[in-house]
């Protein structure tokens, strides 16, 4: 099984701060990568596919990178509603897995 | 616009069997479409249960498959999830979802159903 291993685990952040969370694949996945947000009390949205792209209504701030085993989302101006906790997951192969989740907290 | 319904006892006794279904609104599940289930322990993350796809062929995660079974019943656009001989660490809310997205993500969910494994 491939393991995703996502830091940090929780982070606190101001308002208008760029926000970088890390998923480290523990083999090579090439870009068959996905970002979802989950909100408190909600199911997960899927919000980057392949790695970098951005669905559809995914406001800009949002961003995805990597290839290969290191991947970023990066939140380029944090705002008061992206208070939720992030997955990433790969799709290279059965089993899918995801990452354990990063908590993102607005000081 | 999709939809997904979860339902099913949100009580099970250990060792009993879990039963969910999956009410789909909004799509045909014979579209073509992969049809899957995750959990998410309380204050956990999610894992991947397995997934169905609508002519019946199915694919599960190897930690559960000896105790799941998911199956697909077209005439009522719905599909349904069996998990035998529970335990507590199967306490958890189970979200089913569409796997139709980009990247072969899943881009809509259910709710969630909130399944409580307790005597």
């Known amino acids: 099984d491939i393991q995703l291993t996502q830091s940090p685990s929780s982070l606190s952040a101001s308002v208008g701060d760029r926000v970088t969370i890390t998923c480290q694949a523990s083999?090579?996945?090439?870009?068959?990568l996905n970002w979802y947000q989950q909100k408190p009390g909600k199911a997960p949205k899927f919000m980057i596919y392949?790695?970098?792209n951005l669905e559809t209504g995914v406001p800009s701030r949002f961003s995805g990178s990597g290839s290969g085993t290191n991947f970023t989302l990066t939140i380029s101006s944090l705002q008061p509603e992206d208070l939720a906790t992030y997955y990433c997951?790969?799709?290279?192969?059965?089993?899918?897995?995801f990452g354990g989740g990063t908590k993102v907290e607005i000081k | 616009q999709v939809q997904l319904q979860e339902s099913g006892p949100g009580l099970v006794k250990p060792s009993e069997t879990l039963s969910l279904t999956c009410a789909v609104s909004?799509?045909?599940?014979?579209?073509?479409?992969?049809w899957g289930w995750i959990r998410q322990p309380p204050g956990q993350g999610l894992e991947w249960i397995g997934n169905?796809?609508?002519?019946?062929?199915?694919y599960y995660n190897p930690s559960l498959k000896s105790r799941v079974t998911i199956s697909v019943d077209t005439s009522k656009n719905d599909f349904s999830l069996r998990l035998t001989s529970v335990t507590a660490a199967d306490t958890a809310v189970y979200f089913c979802?569409?796997?139709?997205?980009?990247?072969?993500?899943?881009?809509?969910w259910g709710q969630g159903a909130l399944v409580i494994v307790s005597s």
């Open positions: 392949d790695a970098s």
């Open positions: 083999q090579d996945i090439s870009n068959f």
């Open positions: 169905i796809y609508h002519k019946g062929s199915t």
């Open positions: 909004g799509d045909s599940i014979n579209r073509g479409y992969f």
């Open positions: 979802a569409r796997r139709g997205g980009s990247g072969s993500s899943f881009d809509y």
């Open positions: 997951q790969h799709y290279a192969n059965l089993p899918l897995t």
